[in-house]
C-alpha cells in the first residue's frame, strides 16, 4: 500500500462507513467528525483529558447553535462568546473555548481529512472557519485565519496545536511558541 492509500489519523474515510444509508445522516456524520478529530489527536500525543475536554466544549457550542457545523456562522461564534462572557466566565476559559473550537473547525476544514468535501457532498454545506469580528479566510501560506470578538487567533491545525502543547502554559513555553508561530 502506498503512503497515499494510507488514511490519515481521522480521516472521513477511517471513521465513516461507506455505502452506508444512516437514518440521521447529520448526527452519524457529526459523531463520525468528533471520533476522527479525538483520532488525530491521539495521533499527535495529546493527553484523553486534552481530547475529551476539547470534545465537550464543542458539543456545548453545537447545543448553543442547535446546528451542525457546516452550518455554523460567524455570528454564532460570537453569540456564544457573548453569551460566555455574560454568564462570568473568565476571559482564559473563554479563549481556551474558543481555542478548542478553533481547533475543530481547522480540523473539520482541512483538506486532508476529506470533511469538507463529505458535508458538501452530502449536505450542500462545508464546515467553515468562522469568527466574530473580522472575515475568515487563509493566509498566504494556508493556515486557517480565526477571529473572534477582539482577538485574532493564526493557526495551523497540523503542527501549531502540536508545539502548543509542548510549550506548556508557562509564559517562556507561551514566548516560545509564539515565535515558532513568527
Not at 143 to 167: C, D, L, N, T
Request: hydrophobic content about 40%.
Amino acid at each position: 500500500m502506498s503512503p497515499r492509500e494510507i488514511d490519515e489519523a481521522g480521516s472521513a474515510t477511517s471513521v465513516l462507513a461507506s455505502g452506508v444509508a444512516y437514518l440521521q445522516p447529520e448526527d452519524a456524520v457529526l459523531e463520525a467528525m468528533f471520533e476522527g478529530w479525538a483520532a488525530q489527536q491521539r495521533s499527535r500525543r495529546l493527553a484523553a483529558t486534552t481530547v475529551e475536554n476539547r470534545a465537550h466544549v464543542v458539543r456545548r457550542f453545537v447545543d448553543f447553535t442547535n446546528d451542525y457545523p457546516w452550518r455554523w456562522a460567524p455570528a454564532d461564534a460570537e453569540a456564544w462568546t457573548s453569551s460566555l462572557v455574560e454568564a462570568g466566565m473568565a476571559h482564559s476559559t473563554i479563549r481556551n473555548y474558543q481555542a478548542a473550537i478553533a481547533t475543530f473547525l481547522g480540523y473539520a476544514c482541512d483538506t486532508r481529512y476529506g470533511w469538507s468535501a463529505i458535508c458538501s457532498e452530502r449536505f450542500g454545506e462545508a464546515p467553515e472557519i468562522v469568527g466574530g469580528t473580522r472575515e475568515a479566510g487563509q493566509t498566504d501560506d494556508g493556515r486557517a485565519r480565526v477571529a473572534f470578538p477582539g482577538e485574532v487567533e493564526i493557526m495551523q491545525p497540523q503542527a501549531v496545536m502540536g508545539e502548543r502543547e509542548a510549550a506548556g502554559r508557562s509564559k517562556a513555553g507561551l514566548n516560545h511558541f509564539l515565535a515558532l508561530r513568527g
